[in-house]
């Protein structure tokens, strides 16, 4: 009865975290981009920092709860599945055309490497520790570094063209300065009250698997589930945010970059976190 009972939390806050990213956190940071009319590429890095949030508060509080294999197979499911929803979004969008544009099928490449990491990692049975920390950190920067330098070069035209939109409209951004408080605001909000509920989850996965045994792997990759569902919102309304046919390009670009930056952050920056978190803790 009593794990019935735990594992019901684990569902209830789990749900919550997802719940809370998807219908508050992703939507108020897409209003926040707007009012800042930020480009399609910032926007698809606001919204993988964003669909991110579920995976960096479940592997924080399993790391702190000493539950580190559970925070690896977390991660790599995380990106597999966000792999796979993108690639769907893609095809039932007929978008598929728009990737054979190099700056995209580049940031394919490395999103796809993201998963090939911890599969080696797990293989190859590499011990999770410190000495994985200052490695991830020159990988997100290269990684970073090649995004941005291939957009410039692959996406210039369709660059320039969103600058001069952005430069015709900055004048109404001073009309904005409230919308922008108010959402900052709200964003404040919303982490304090994702923080608790992560809080409460970390004491179901150190009671599911300390006292009644699951796996960490079972654990891990239920989590890796769960927290992908806000990637799959955000891949398809990126690609139905841009109605036109002309601008329909620009829909992929961020549904891609939110893909890459949300692997991206999830194996190199999160992971890394909760390295450290996992031995200041334990």
Same mark, same amino acid.
């Given at each position: 009865?009593?794990?019935?009972?735990?594992?019901?939390?684990?569902?209830?806050?789990?749900?919550?975290?997802?719940?809370?990213?998807?219908?508050?956190?992703?939507?108020?940071?897409?209003?926040?981009?707007?009012?800042?009319?930020?480009?399609?590429?910032?926007?698809?890095?606001?919204?993988?920092?964003?669909?991110?949030?579920?995976?960096?508060?479940?592997?924080?509080?399993?790391?702190?709860?000493?539950?580190?294999?559970?925070?690896?197979?977390? &991660?790599?499911?995380? !990106?597999?599945?966000?792999? =796979?929803?993108?690639?769907?979004? +893609?095809?039932?969008?007929?978008?598929?055309? +728009?990737?054979?544009?190099?700056?995209?099928?580049?940031?394919?490449?490395?999103?796809?490497?993201?998963?090939? +990491?911890?599969?080696?990692?797990?293989?190859? !049975?590499?011990?999770?520790?410190?000495?994985?920390?200052?490695?991830?950190?020159?990988?997100?920067?290269?990684?970073?570094?090649?995004?941005?330098?291939?957009?410039?070069?692959?996406?210039?035209?369709?660059?320039?063209?969103?600058?001069?939109?952005?430069?015709?409209?900055?004048?109404?951004? &001073?009309?904005?300065?409230?919308?922008?408080?108010?959402?900052?605001?709200?964003? *404040?909000?919303?982490?304090?009250?994702?923080? +608790?509920?992560?809080?409460?989850?970390?004491?179901?996965?150190?009671?599911?698997?300390?006292?009644?045994?699951?796996?960490?792997?079972? =654990?891990?990759?239920?989590?890796? =589930?769960?927290?992908?569902?806000?990637?799959?919102?955000?891949?398809?309304?990126?690609?139905?945010?841009?109605?036109?046919?002309?601008?329909?390009?620009?829909?992929?670009?961020?549904?891609?970059? !939110?893909?890459?930056?949300?692997? *991206?952050?999830?194996?190199?920056?999160?992971?890394?976190?909760?390295?450290?978190?996992?031995? =200041?803790?334990?």
């Amino acid at each position: 009865m009593l794990i019935l009972i735990e594992l019901l939390k684990f569902i209830v806050y789990s749900l919550l975290l997802v719940g809370i990213s998807k219908y508050v956190l992703v939507k108020v940071l897409r209003k926040l981009a707007e009012s800042l009319n930020l480009k399609p590429h910032t926007v698809g890095n606001i919204a993988g920092m964003a669909t991110s949030m579920p995976e960096f508060l479940s592997v924080t509080f399993a790391s702190m709860s000493g539950l580190i294999s559970t925070s690896v197979y977390n &991660i790599f499911s995380s !990106n597999l599945i966000n792999y =796979i929803q993108y690639i769907f979004s +893609i095809f039932l969008n007929k978008n598929q055309k +728009i990737l054979n544009n190099i700056a995209l099928r580049i940031d394919l490449i490395m999103s796809f490497i993201t998963i090939l +990491i911890p599969i080696a990692m797990i293989a190859l !049975n590499i011990p999770v520790n410190l000495g994985l920390v200052p490695a991830f950190l020159l990988l997100f920067i290269l990684f970073y570094f090649i995004n941005v330098n291939s957009h410039k070069v692959y996406l210039e035209q369709e660059e320039q063209e969103k600058n001069k939109v952005i430069e015709n409209e900055r004048k109404f951004i &001073i009309g904005k300065r409230k919308a922008i408080v108010k959402y900052a605001t709200y964003l *404040i909000f919303t982490g304090i009250i994702l923080f +608790i509920i992560g809080n409460l989850l970390s004491g179901v996965l150190e009671s599911l698997c300390l006292e009644f045994n699951i796996p960490e792997i079972v =654990i891990g990759i239920a989590l890796g =589930i769960i927290t992908s569902l806000p990637e799959l919102i955000t891949f398809f309304e990126s690609q139905k945010h841009y109605k036109s046919n002309e601008d329909v390009k620009l829909g992929v670009v961020e549904a891609t970059n !939110n893909l890459l930056t949300s692997n *991206i952050l999830n194996l190199f920056i999160i992971q890394s976190f909760g390295i450290i978190i996992y031995l =200041i803790f334990n």
